[in-house]
């Protein structure tokens, strides 16, 4: 059963934009620390954002820090990424993850509990 679905990546050149979603299939999720992973060609997978159940707690990798945005509408039961001033060296495969942890804001792979499939970025220079 595939509980994470993540959307929106794509091909786009240098200093474009994206906007990733990952849509969680249960409603228990919104009580869940959400976090964006990625991992590139030949690369372990690293932290890339991460958020707490309310929205009002976030953390960003230094490297995508004032370009890349976590936000997440429970309504929706769905995490965004937004994704700006991209680089080439942010092309990867872009992983939603959910930890059950009450009050998690996300920051390590080894916490997550709950994977998506993922989704590939291709920044062209």
């Known amino acids: 059963q595939v509980l994470l679905v993540e959307s929106g990546g794509g091909l786009v050149q240098a200093g474009g934009s994206l906007r990733l979603s990952c849509a969680a299939a249960r409603r228990t999720f919104s009580s869940y620390g959400m976090g964006w992973f990625r991992q590139a060609p030949g690369k372990e997978r690293e932290f890339v954002a991460g958020?707490?159940?309310?929205?009002?707690?976030?953390s960003y990798a230094d490297s995508v820090k004032g370009r890349f945005t976590i936000s997440r509408d429970s309504a929706k039961n769905t995490v965004y990424l937004q994704m700006n001033s991209l680089k080439p060296e942010d092309t990867a495969v872009y992983y939603c993850?959910?930890?059950?942890?009450?009050?998690?804001?996300?920051?390590?792979?080894?916490?997550?509990?709950?994977w998506g499939k993922g989704a590939l970025v291709t920044v062209s220079a």
């Open positions: 958020i707490n159940w309310s929205g009002v707690s976030t």
């Open positions: 993850a959910a930890d059950s942890k009450w009050g998690s804001v996300p920051t390590t792979s080894r916490d997550m509990d709950y």
